[in-house]
């Protein structure tokens, strides 16, 4: 073995390699060990390279692509100005060029700020330190939070309504950045969201879903910008996911649908009160994912009603193969789950009724009309695919068409796809022709 040539043992150790849980497992059910590998499933490549030094040296970049990063911390204030001896590992070993993804897991629970129902403290420079420190040892093409709503929020400097929280029980969400390539360099991009000041919660909540922000302040109230968030503008993101795992406890609850879950949607898309009155999806975003398992149709009409202008799609609304735990008995109890088909039925017609206006030629200029790509990850819901389809075909539009099972493709007058050579969030339009849009891993 010791003479064959390095780029031979480099392309072994490939076929010894596999995709990491945080490619493929981000529309899953968020929760803490949802990366957990069991060690007897895990790929040679580990191995191999204890096998000898030079074999070590061969592999040892392979190794660290795919960074899970679970700091030990009790409260996010350990963040604050504390050397990171992750980084410094990576540097030592000249790793930090080959990360692709990095994901961070926070899976404590801020006690305090969680029996006070609120946001757990976290300064907001502290926060762009900890970016900072990140950002200038990788260059990830993927970036992942795998964290309680309360962190997430402290984390995008923003707020959350939580009095309805008691009633989901969502433990995790999921925000994941990415884009396709490195660009040349690694200069950071301007920030759009100028601001340096932080902010105090709004002064009065509302139980109903979110709703857009008036366009001024009322008449005496001066609200200052709100603290940016240089995650969003730190890379030139191309591809936004949010998944907010599973609301079916809600359905538990009297006048399920009077509730409001924690949830950082409107804030992303900067359509809820001061100080979520700022997007913080980037322009450079041309492709928007959201997975939530039967959330309640009044909260993805915050995504329908304020959609960022993107050029794909993806939404999943029903548990896939990999979610079906979350429908046995104990998470069923005392929920009727016709009430759960009924909030996804009314959110599919909402999409949908969105979706095929853009074809009107009296329709005002919005973002859906910027939409190239729709893909539901709900084809495992037959019903809820069938509905989509049909819905189409009853509103006579020429330009949406069924591309294959799943998604939609936008096409001009000419019968042309919309898409030629371009990668998004992982697929490859490789064809433009009037048959269709053809897209591939």
Excluded at 160 to 178: M, T
Excluded at 380 to 390: K, R, T
Aim: net charge negative; hydrophobic share 40%; proline share 9%.
């Amino acid at each position: 073995m010791d003479c064959i040539p390095p780029e031979v043992l480099l392309h072994i150790f490939e076929f010894l390699d596999g995709p990491a849980p945080s490619q493929v497992r981000l529309r899953h059910q968020p929760s803490d060990d949802m990366l957990h590998v069991k060690p007897q499933l895990l790929h040679g490549l580990k191995n191999a390279s204890l096998v000898s030094r030079a074999w070590r040296i061969l592999a040892l970049p392979n190794l660290f692509r795919h960074i899970l990063w679970r700091p030990k911390i009790s409260s996010l204030r350990a963040f604050t100005m504390n050397p990171i001896p992750l980084l410094q590992f990576l540097e030592d070993n000249k790793l930090d060029r080959g990360v692709i993804t990095f994901t961070l897991i926070v899976d404590f629970v801020d006690k305090e700020a969680d029996a006070r129902h609120t946001m757990p403290e976290i300064r907001t420079v502290d926060l762009e330190w900890l970016w900072d420190q990140l950002f200038s040892v990788i260059d990830p093409l993927r970036f992942t939070i795998i964290a309680p709503p309360t962190t997430l929020a402290a984390f995008m400097s923003r707020m959350l309504f939580l009095d309805d929280a008691w009633s989901f029980s969502i433990p995790y969400h999921i925000l994941s950045l990415a884009r396709t390539t490195r660009g040349p360099g690694r200069e950071k991009p301007a920030d759009v969201y100028l601001s340096d000041l932080q902010l105090s919660p709004p002064e009065h909540d509302t139980r109903r879903a979110a709703q857009p922000a008036s366009a001024s302040p009322p008449t005496g109230i001066r609200y200052r910008n709100p603290p940016s968030c240089p995650l969003f503008t730190v890379r030139p993101w191309t591809s936004i996911l949010l998944n907010e795992g599973s609301s079916t406890r809600v359905y538990r609850t009297y006048e399920f649908f009077l509730r409001r879950p924690p949830s950082m949607l409107g804030a992303l898309l900067g359509c809820e009160e001061h100080p979520n009155d700022t997007p913080l999806v980037p322009p450079t975003v041309v492709d928007f994912n959201y997975i939530a398992i039967f959330p309640l149709s009044s909260h993805f009409e915050v995504l329908v009603q304020h959609l960022p202008k993107v050029e794909r799609l993806f939404v999943q609304l029903t548990p896939g193969p990999e979610n079906l735990l979350i429908l046995d008995d104990e998470e069923m109890h005392h929920v009727d789950s016709a009430d759960l088909w009924m909030e996804r039925n009314t959110a599919y017609s909402s999409l949908m009724r969105e979706l095929t206006l853009t074809a009107s030629p009296m329709d005002q200029p919005r973002n859906w009309a910027s939409l190239q790509v729709f893909e539901s990850g709900d084809t495992a819901d037959i019903d809820a695919w069938n509905m989509a389809v049909d819905f189409v075909k009853r509103s006579g539009v020429k330009d949406w068409k069924v591309e294959r099972e799943g998604v939609f493709v936008k096409y001009d007058d000419d019968g042309k796809g919309p898409i030629t050579e371009r990668e998004i969030d992982g697929h490859i339009a490789v064809a433009n022709s009037p048959e269709g849009l053809i897209l591939d891993h």
